[in-house]
């Protein structure tokens, strides 16, 4: 095990003496470190005090595990949805704006004015349902990086954020753009490749986020089938979610493994 994941940064293979250490998690007791690695042996150290368990607090990270990939499911592809919903409105607007000025020029000339049709109302319900659906999804994804950045920072992980972080940066303006990503690479062990996932997983997020606005707008004002570039953006929807649920994947994996590490026994996923 990597002696990283303690909370003594000193502390690395060939710097420090092989002896008994406190245990990061369970507080009262030592572990052995044989000057390499941490081991699974461990004996009091003096009065226990209650600290958390690993195991319970990657059972808590997984029950919130299925919900964040969900999540990030429905973000991926809620964009290119809400982009075509968006260029329906838009398309209407512009269709009732020309009818509106043939009207008024009719009017001059003594037609009759009729009034111009809003919205449709299942559009207006279509937009609000789907802005419910992104809300509640990064709901999840909050729930589920909180817990992974608690464990994380248990485990020695070299988080750079505190855990609060996994719900207030994603609702702090400007910040929001990168410190979802930062509380999630600092759950993970420097060099995991699954690192690699997660930057993928969040520009790609951050870029759609803009594209699909845009595309909505560019969308009214193509003819019909122009909507045929809806595939392309489904393509990369799907590909924004691979690496997003590679990345939650990934986290878990690597806390599993720093568990077992510890001596705890973690049942098979």
């Known amino acids: 095990m990597d002696p990283t994941l303690w909370q003594d940064p000193d502390r690395r293979p060939g710097t420090s003496p092989a002896g008994w250490y406190p245990d990061a998690y369970q507080q009262g007791f030592w572990r052995w470190f044989d000057g390499n690695s941490w081991t699974a042996d461990v004996r009091p150290g003096g009065p226990v005090v209650r600290a958390p368990s690993p195991t319970d ?39 009732d704006f020309s009818r509106a000025i043939d009207q008024a020029r009719l009017h001059q000339q003594g037609a009759p004015l009729t009034p111009v049709s809003p919205i449709p109302g299942g559009l207006s319900v279509g937009l609000d349902l ?14 589920w990086m909180y817990r992974a950045a608690q464990m994380g920072k248990r485990l020695g992980m070299p988080t750079t954020l505190d855990p609060v972080w996994a719900i207030v940066g994603w609702l702090v303006p400007i910040v929001n753009f ?30 759609g986020t803009v594209f699909f606005a845009v595309t ?21 929807s799907w590909y924004e979610a691979r690496q997003g649920l590679a990345t939650v994947e990934g986290v878990d994996a690597a806390h599993t ?5 510890l001596g705890y026994g973690v049942p098979p996923r």
């Open 130 to 143: 789907f802005s419910l659906m992104a809300l509640g999804a990064e709901i999840a994804l909050m729930i």
């Open 57 to 95: 607090d990657l059972a808590g990270e997984g029950s919130a595990r299925p919900w964040a990939k969900l999540g990030i499911c429905v973000l991926a592809f809620v964009g290119p949805t809400i982009a075509l919903l968006y260029a329906l409105v838009f398309r209407s607007l512009v269709h």
């Open 178 to 207: 990168w410190f979802p990503y930062k509380v999630i690479v600092g759950t993970l062990p420097i060099g995991d490749p699954v690192r690699r996932n997660a930057l993928r997983w969040w520009v790609l997020y951050i870029v």
């Open 257 to 261: 493994r720093a568990v077992r590490a």
């Open 216 to 236: 909505g707008l560019v969308l009214a004002f193509l003819p019909r089938p122009a909507l045929v570039v809806l595939a392309p953006l489904l393509l990369y």
